[in-house]
């Protein structure tokens, strides 16, 4: 049971690991649509197609008797509020191993969704849907979550209906390594905003947005990016933040009850009624980590979250940037990032969404310290030289950003090209 800080402490240090053991963890989200009609796939058919994915080796997940998702060895499908798919990757070696694990997904999840006439779209929000026509399914969380999230955030619905992300998770040797490694992710939330915008279509229209994604997850309660992430936040600091943040909801044996009223720290002191005033357990803690709705979060392994889905040409780019600066070139992109001021860095963040490579940040725009980040992104990653079968290491995957940088066209830019010859989306 959980009832003092340091447990808590002790929690995030338990996730220290050696370098040699260090893993790479990938997850991202696909919005579905049936080709008919091209609506979004209701419940029915997620189910249909959850037991079609069977065949290939997945376990279904079960919750009061429904299906929510499905997991194989050390990989889950699982079921987001408007029947998103997300592939909660195995933590693997390397990016070579990871973008492997992607496209076994995709074959999979190809051969299911042709028999079934479901498209898959890979964009940060959907450009398509109005909320209101948007399934839902019977995951318990969902229903309280549509409930007491817009009350504190205006395009919380949004967020949960109509947007999809990629997610990276690292790990970290020591609390100093956590610390410089969170500095330097909240520090690249611009720049990973404009680098992999790829959500400028809403409802059938420009939104007059490249990431109308990240516009949403800054309007989003319990999300944004706060200003002490950009401190040098320690494991201590980062408790204090989340003792006393707000209870998304709690976990009364089966049941999902509100937890708004509460904050973390009322219930390390038995101040809940609705659960008999008992102590929180590490499930309990875990699961608000994960309620948590930040740019980036700390659970016993980093998670970056600020990049829009993109297609399968662009999802190994942005772990393998990452993997080149973390893990391959740490000091010195911490050197590069320590110059910027926090005002300046949050006033990026804001920008970032509608402007893109033109926001300016410490008197230079962000295609001007996208460039530079790259090289030393492909610096980390020769220094770690791990070599697929074809003799070549991972800076092959960085080829997706040379172009968009060199172009000075994201895929959100692609987007708003085509779509302004014609208006139409069925590309």
């Known amino acids: 049971m959980i009832n ?9 240090q338990s996730g220290i690991k050696d370098k040699k053991n260090f893993k ?49 060895g050390g990989k889950n499908i699982t079921l987001e509020p408007g029947n998103q798919i997300e592939l909660s990757g ?62 504190d955030g205006e395009l919380s619905l949004d967020m949960m209906y109509r947007t999809c992300g990629t997610q990276l998770n690292i790990d970290y040797s020591s609390e100093k390594d956590f610390i410089k490694k969170f500095k330097i992710v909240n520090s690249l939330v611009p720049i990973s905003i404009a680098l992999f915008a790829n959500s400028s279509i809403v ?43 707000p209870l998304l909801f709690l976990q009364n044996k089966e049941n999902y009850i509100s937890g708004r009223k509460y904050t973390f720290g009322d219930f390390m002191n038995k101040k809940i009624n609705e659960i008999e005033n008992r102590l929180p357990n590490e499930n309990d803690l875990s699961s608000h ?76 725009d962000l295609l001007y310290w996208a460039s530079n980040l790259l090289e030393l992104s492909r610096k980390g990653l020769d220094n770690r030289d791990i070599l697929n079968k074809s003799k070549k290491n991972e800076t092959l995957f960085l080829n997706h950003l040379q172009r968009v940088i060199y172009n000075k066209k994201t895929n959100a830019d692609h987007m708003i090209n085509k779509f302004s010859k014609n208006e139409d989306l069925d590309e």
């Open 24 to 72: 790479i963890g990938i997850e991202h989200e696909k919005f579905l649509f049936n080709k008919k009609d091209n609506k979004r796939i209701d419940y029915l058919k997620i189910k249909e197609m959850f037991s079609a994915l069977l065949e290939f080796g997945w376990n279904p997940i079960l919750e009061k008797g429904n299906i929510i998702g499905l997991n194989k």
């Open 289 to 364: 980590l994960s309620t948590i709705f930040t740019e980036n979060r700390l659970k016993k392994y980093i998670e970056l979250r600020s990049m829009d889905t993109c297609g399968w040409d662009c999802l190994c780019s942005g772990p393998a940037f990452y993997i080149g600066i973390l893990y391959g070139n740490l000091d010195e992109t911490y050197d590069l990032i320590s110059k910027w001021e926090n005002d300046k860095v949050i006033n990026a963040y804001l920008e970032a969404p509608q402007k893109g490579f033109n926001t300016q940040l410490m008197g230079k």
């Open 4 to 12: 003092s800080k340091e447990q808590i402490i002790k929690y995030f």
């Open 90 to 151: 195995e933590k693997l070696n390397n990016i070579h191993e990871a973008c492997a694990e992607s496209h076994d997904y995709l074959f999979e999840l190809k051969q299911v969704t042709k028999r079934l006439d479901i498209n898959i779209v890979s964009a940060g929000f959907d450009p398509i849907s109005k909320l209101n026509e948007i399934p839902n399914n019977p995951k318990q969380r969902y229903k309280l979550m549509t409930k007491d999230m817009p009350l």
């Open 203 to 245: 409802e059938k229209k420009k939104s007059n947005f490249l990431s109308y994604r990240s516009k949403v997850w800054q309007n989003t309660s319990r999300g944004g990016l706060p200003k002490i992430f950009l401190e040098n936040l320690n494991f201590e600091k980062y408790a204090d933040f989340i003792i006393k943040f």
